[in-house]
């Protein structure tokens, strides 16, 4: 049986915020979501989070997603941490023997799942007593350090508050990643105590407890230092994240995106892009957007959740696009609003239009049928529909519920119709045909 235990109870003082540091968002997620990400990988039979600091306001963000949530009050360290999830899961474990535990810290946003499933492979293939996950970083500031014996067994873990300056030196860290046959944690934490710089119980001493107590204790080497970057601090969340946006882009980009400065281009988690497609640089697309195959978008265009765009549209410069649909081969080339939105296929709407969506209480839906025209300048009050065809002025206002027939030409504020639908028109062009 295998347990997953992120610890989440941290105040995250560093953050100097009001919002628990596990709910700083990276790329439009918060930051407890990678752990339990890469943690799920694993198939884990029970998943807990351990959570202390605000944590109303972390088990909101998650609920109904089948996570044990483990209380730790007051918060004494991260191995107090470990002990008070290591006891909640205990309370739905028949047996304790053989329960393997993988504890995570939950600010490693960037940690893999293969490292994860490696970790945890090392564990079984050594029947090992605990697992620690290590990483050799030329700048270790900020990490434990990981002491070895001559014959290359792990001897302790020192933190940096704790250490002198040769251990300061050493480069191989602690990542903050274990594995625990349960019942070795419950024997090596009753051993600890809180005498160091901060007064916690550490996790670090349980391992080091087990390897003192002459249990066997492994290590994983986690080869790539950028996988373990921790977020203590608002500068660590944005290196964090601006790891995260290159990791992404280098997967769309795989997947036949191009994207033509990585460098300004920011995407989040969540979005789908078809192959083909060219974002242009400095452009951001949030999560729950799509993008169908070779469209073009940006330069500075802002997609945000709820848009869909279809193959072959272009969106331009300075274009906002919200929960909306942009239909295959539309154009929105430049400076324009289209918010809850349905703009069908072969629509082109002119510099500067605006989709007025709001009316200060209620979001309502403009949509422009197939084939439509938008000029510059133009403001589509919602609810409105433009006809299939239509053509709507330069500058012209398109008030509330004053639907434009399709094949019409409308004009000015308030729009009017300069000339009727085609069909209607060419009717009246010539009565006899119609009419005989
Ligand atoms: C910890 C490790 C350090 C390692 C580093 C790497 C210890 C003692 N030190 O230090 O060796 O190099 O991570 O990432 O473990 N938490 C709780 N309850 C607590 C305290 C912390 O749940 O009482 C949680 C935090 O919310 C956080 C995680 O544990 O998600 C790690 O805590 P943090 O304070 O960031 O530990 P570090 O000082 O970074
Ligand atoms: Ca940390």
Redesign the pocket.
Known sequence: MLVTVI????K?TRMRSDLP??LHRLLGLPLLEYALEATASLGPDLRVV?V?HARGKVEAAFSGRGIVWAH?DP???????AHCGVEAAAGSVEDAEGVEVLVV????PLLRSETLTALLETHRGTSAAVTVLTCVKPEPA???RVLRNDDGFLRD?V?ESDADEATRRLQE????TYVFGLQEFRECYSKIGRGNAQG?Y???DVVVEAARGGKRVATFRVEDPEE?E?V?SRAELARAGSLLRCRLLDRYMAEGVTILDPETTYIEKGARIGRDTTILPFTMIERDVEIGRGCEVGPFCHLRPGARIADEAVLGNFVEIKNSQIGRASHVRHLSYVGDGVVEDGVNLGAGTIFANFDGKKKHTAVVRKNASVGSGAVLVAPVTIGEGAVVGAGAVVPKGRDVPAGAVVAGVPARVIQRGKRKQEQAESPGTSGA
């Open positions: 610890l989440a109870a941290g995250g540091k596990v351990v202390g730790q918060q004494l360290g991260t191995g107090h941490a810290n939950g600010d490693l900020g990490y434990g873990i933190e860290i602690n990542v903050g916690e550490y996790l670090t373990i921790q203590n």
